[in-house]
C-alpha cells in the first residue's frame, strides 16, 4: 500500500515537472516575443526622432524659401512701381 502510494506521488511530482517545464518554455517564448516587440519599437522610436528632425529642418528651409520669395515679390512691386511713376512722369 505505501508502495502505491509513493509511485502515484512520483506521478504527480513528474506531472508537476513536467507543467514546469512547459512553463519554462512558454516564458522563454514570451521573453523572446517581448525582446523582439521592445527592439522593433526602440528602431521604430529612432526612426520617428529621426523624420521629426527632418520634418523640422524642411519647415525651416520652407520658411526661409517663403521668405526670399516674399522679398523678391516685393522688389519686383518696387521695380514696377517705379517704372510706373517714370510713365507717369512722361506723360
Known amino acids: 500500500m505505501q508502495w502505491e502510494s509513493f509511485e502515484k506521488l512520483e506521478q504527480k511530482i513528474n506531472q508537476v515537472l513536467e507543467q514546469v517545464d512547459k512553463l519554462k518554455e ?3 517564448q514570451v521573453t523572446n516575443s517581448y ?3 521592445s527592439s522593433k519599437f526602440f528602431e521604430i522610436e529612432g526612426k520617428n526622432k529621426s523624420l521629426a528632425q527632418e520634418n523640422n529642418q ?3 528651409q520652407i520658411k526661409v524659401r517663403e521668405e526670399s520669395i516674399k522679398n523678391k515679390e516685393e522688389k519686383v512691386k518696387r521695380k514696377i512701381d517705379n517704372l510706373l511713376a517714370r510713365l507717369e512722369s512722361i506723360k
Open 35 to 37: 525582446n523582439n516587440l
Open 26 to 28: 512558454e516564458n522563454e
Open 58 to 60: 524642411l519647415k525651416a
